[in-house]
Structure formats: structure tokens, C-alpha cells
């Protein structure tokens, strides 16, 4: 989770510049996982966090419930800026990008609603750190598979050790929703397509952990494929965007590597890049010109 937060941090660096501002005081947030690192939050302690959140800083933080999803729940739309302003058009005029981050899209997958919950808790409270977005707002799907996250257990993930309570893969319909993008059989899906349209985010992010492959390294990263992307954008990625990240997760002592595939079960028939095609995220960005980041933290096995 903490790699989360760095990863999640580094590209807010990396994505923006600097600025001070000097919001109000607030009540420090805390979360179960920094009294216990085997817990995670449930989906309401999640979004009361949100809530509280809001409460305490409604000039720079806002959330919105948006649509509906196939538990009849609706998305939440967190918003951190730091100039206060809150409508997609009027930030996109003012020249300040927009990096959108999605947690809980396999609820089994928890680190990133509690690692972004850190993320925002650093940003409103440390008013040093706040120079990171005078050019960027963040805006955060705090859990997209709220089905998902409300199906509540430890034995679905049986390869997984930990944490002791996680939510399901699949949505109330059973949907692997990281295969919905662009087919839009879930609510879920079409709720996505309306909030990603209505912010046209520059980056994308969707945290997940990997549970398929033993990664010796604890941060692994699929990024958009360049060739999608327009060519200065996609060189952009190739050539600056992506050394620093690598570069600067490295100076932090958490190296990453790219996320890859094997034509068969195992890394001895070789290995090849992520094709992330439309219905994954990545890849769904990439149709819109968005750089998508999919960090896949490594699940400790058993
Ligand atoms: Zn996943």
C-alpha cells in the first residue's frame, strides 16, 4: 500500500509543478490498516473517510455520488483542488491536468482505497506537499466495484496471504469489470464511460494487485503502449515520463519493473508486453488519448 501512495505521489510530481497553499486546519484521518497492516476498509469506512474529508476541507475537497452501479449503489466522485474549483470545463480552461484514479475495481485488490486515502490525508494536511498540484487535480473513484467490495470475505483470493477480510472479484452480476470497458455490460461500466467522459482525464490510473504471477519485485507497472497514444504524447511516455517514474520509485527504494505476460504458463516460453485491448483500462484510456498506468502490486503468497 505504501508503494501505492509513492507511485501515486511520484506522478503527481511528475505530472505537475509547484504552489503553496494553506488550507484549514483538520482532524487527522486515521485508517485500520496503520494500526494493523493485515485490514483494509470496507466500502463505508471508505466512503465515510470521503465524507469527512469533504467536511473538513470544502474549499480544496469534493465528492459527488454519480450514476448508479449494478449493486443499485452509486459511484463516488472525489475531487481534490487545489484551487478550489470543481467544474471539469472550468479546470480544463484554467490549463491545470486532471490524473483520475480508480481503486476497487477487484475489491480482492484493496491497496489503493486505503493507499489513495493516505494520498489525500498527505495533500490536505501537509501544506508543503501541495506545491505538487498547483498544475494537477486529482479526481478519485475511492471504489468502483462497490458490489464487489460489499461481498465481504477472506477466502476468495485462496493464493493470497492477507489481508484477513477483502471484497470479490466479480460485481453483483459477476462482471470482471476490468473486462467491461468498452463492451458496457454492467452499470458499473456505463457510469465509468459518463464520469472518464465528463473529466477526460490526461492520466489514468487503476490500482490493482497481482495475484497470477510470484514477481520478485513488490511494484510492478503496465503502462499504456506508446504506438497508441498520438506520437508526442506517446514519445512523451516513452521517453520522459516512464524513466522518471522507474528512476525516482528506485531513489525511493521501491524499484518497479514492468508488468509482463508469457505466451504460456510459465516465463520458460519467454515474455512479452501487456496488450492492454479497450475493455481493460489502459487500454480504454488509450482510445482517448489518456496515458493509463495500471501499478499491480505484488500479492505476498502462501
Ligand atoms: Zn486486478
Known sequence: MKKISLLLATLCVVACNRHINHPPKMAHFSIPFETNDNKTL?????????????AAYPNMFHLSKVGSTDSGEPLHVAVLNTSGEFDPEKIRQSGKRILLINNGIHPGEPEGIDATILLLRDYLEKTAL???????????????????????????RANQDGPE???????????????????????????????FTTWLPDIFVDNHTSNGADYQYTMTLIATQH????????????????????????GRKWEMIPY????????????VGFCDYGRYSTGYAALWNTIGFMPETHAQAI
Open 260 to 271: 509482463v505476460d508469457s505466451p504460456k504458463e510459465t516465463p520458460d516460453s519467454g515474455i
Open 42 to 54: 470496507t466500502y463505508h469506512e471508505a466512503i465515510a473517510c470521503y465524507e469527512k474529508m469533504a
Open 165 to 195: 477480510s477483502y471484497g470479490f472479484r466479480g460485481n453483483a452480476r459477476n462482471y470482471d469489470l476490468n473486462r467491461d470497458f468498452i463492451k458496457c455490460d454492467s452499470r458499473n461500466a456505463r457510469t465509468f464511460n459518463q464520469i
Open 130 to 156: 501541495q506545491k505538487a498540484l498547483e498544475h494537477l487535480v486529482l479526481v478519485i473513484i475511492p471504489v468502483y466495484n462497490v458490489d464487489g467490495c460489499l461481498n465481504r470475505g477472506p477466502y476468495s
Open 227 to 250: 504506438n497508441k497514444l498520438e506520437a508526442p504524447l506517446g514519445q512523451f511516455l516513452q521517453e520522459t515520463m516512464l524513466p522518471e517514474l522507474y528512476a525516482d520509485m528506485e
